[in-house]
């Protein structure tokens, strides 16, 4: 009996152990015009870039003078950054009256949108092993 349990318990042992998703990381490194503030970071993938909830999301102090922000644990693939510096600390993008931000704000690949955000196509970026940008705010 002993020995029928041990054979059963080798063979649950000696089953195929599945690989472990491969996992990638990311460091962001802004060059942000002002020493004041936070840099609100968001990244997105695919999905949600034109509108969905940020994969991750982080906040800079530029003030206690961070300027990279390190996402580890992603899942190998294209992403895209949305960032802007909140110069006085209010927590949100300031906007002209016609909706114009008044802040600097930056997009991944340093891209540019016209009247907008930049498009995915521009900012889009592949992340595998371990990957870094480095984004200029303007």
């Known amino acids: 009996m002993l020995r029928i349990a041990l054979a059963a318990a080798l063979a649950l ?12 990381s990311l460091a962001l490194t802004f060059d942000p015009g002002a020493e004041t503030g936070a840099i609100m970071v968001a990244l997105y993938d695919a999905a949600t870039y034109s509108g969905g909830q940020p994969v991750r999301s982080a906040r800079l102090d530029v003030a206690a003078g961070q300027r990279t922000a390190t996402f580890e644990g992603l899942q190998p693939g294209d992403y ?10 209010n927590g949100r993008m ?10 600097p704000f930056a997009f991944s690949n340093n891209a540019v949108g016209n009247m907008g955000p930049a498009s995915w196509d521009r900012a889009r970026f592949s ?12």
């Open 13 to 24: 042992c000696s089953t195929t152990v599945l690989a472990a998703e491969p996992q990638a």
């Open 80 to 89: 895209g950054v949305k960032a802007f510096h909140d110069v006085n600390g």
């Open 94 to 103: 300031d906007t002209n009256p016609f909706g114009m931000p008044i802040e």
């Open 127 to 138: 992340v595998s092993g371990q990957t870094a940008q480095t984004i200029s705010i303007r």
